[in-house]
T-cell receptor, first 112, second 110 residues
Framework: QKEVEQNSGPLSVPEGAIASLNCTYS??????FFWYRQYSGKSPELIMF????GDKEDGRFTAQLNKASQYVSLLIRDSQPSDSATYLC????????????FGKGTHLIIQP | DVKVTQSSRYLVKRTGEKVFLECVQD?????MFWYRQDPGLGLRLIYF???????EKGDIPEGYSVSREKKERFSLILESASTNQTSMYLC?????????FGSGTRLTVV
């Protein structure tokens, strides 16, 4: 059974600080990793994907992957109240064409 | 931007009814997926398809079937709706670099 584990939170971070979200995955064959943001009552939207070990940056977001530790993280710099949402980590095979396994999500609250 | 359209935002159906949830994408994606999302359980994969007339079971296919007669359309069918199928249903399509989700259908079975 493939699993993706996340701390459900809530994770409370002051505005302007760095929010750090983490997940671990069980399937060593996973090759692609994704972070989605989901606002209450809305569908998930893709923030970033990462395939290779190391860091990948996109604006205020940095995804980090460590395949040896089976660990994925998302850093959000200069956190804004609009970043308050549930963040879903997902893992899959090559490109996720055979379906992604999602974590249950971390609820992030940015305090003004 | 890719658009994934789910035909209904809210549905209320009776136990035993046959229910069709429709999903259409406009970007010629090969891969399409159906998930359900429940509090405390997260997103769980029901079925997916990587080509017309092709389908693969996901993690929780029991009580569901799917149809993909055209590339852009992927339908989820509840053969005989039950109360434990009350959930948010999310359709997604993909080229392989992450999914684009539809807005979801909140189904209530009474």
């Amino acid at each position: 059974q493939k699993e993706v584990e996340q701390n459900s939170g809530p994770l409370s971070v002051p505005e302007g600080a760095i929010a750090s979200l983490n997940c671990t995955y069980s399937d060593r064959g996973s090759q692609s990793f994704f972070w989605y943001r989901q606002y209450s009552g809305k569908s998930p939207e893709l923030i970033m994907f990462i395939y290779s070990n190391g860091d990948k940056e996109d604006g205020r977001f940095t995804a980090q992957l460590n395949k040896a530790s089976q660990y994925v993280s998302l850093l959000i710099r200069d956190s804004q109240p609009s970043d308050s949402a549930t963040y879903l980590c997902a893992a899959g095979g090559g490109g996720g064409a055979d379906g992604l396994t999602f974590g249950k999500g971390t609820h992030l609250i940015i305090q003004p | 931007d890719v658009k994934v359209t789910q035909s209904s935002r809210y549905l209320v159906k009776r136990t035993g009814e046959k229910v069709f949830l429709e999903c259409v994408q406009d970007m010629d994606h090969e891969n399409m997926f159906w998930y359900r999302q429940d509090p405390g359980l997260g997103l769980r994969l029901i079925y997916f398809s990587y080509d017309v007339k092709m389908k693969e079971k996901g993690d929780i296919p029991e009580g569901y079937s799917v149809s993909r007669e055209k590339k852009e359309r992927f339908s989820l069918i509840l053969e005989s709706a039950s109360t434990n199928q009350t959930s948010m249903y999310l359709c997604a399509s993909s080229t392989g670099y992450g999914y684009t989700f539809g807005s979801g259908t909140r189904l209530t079975v009474v």
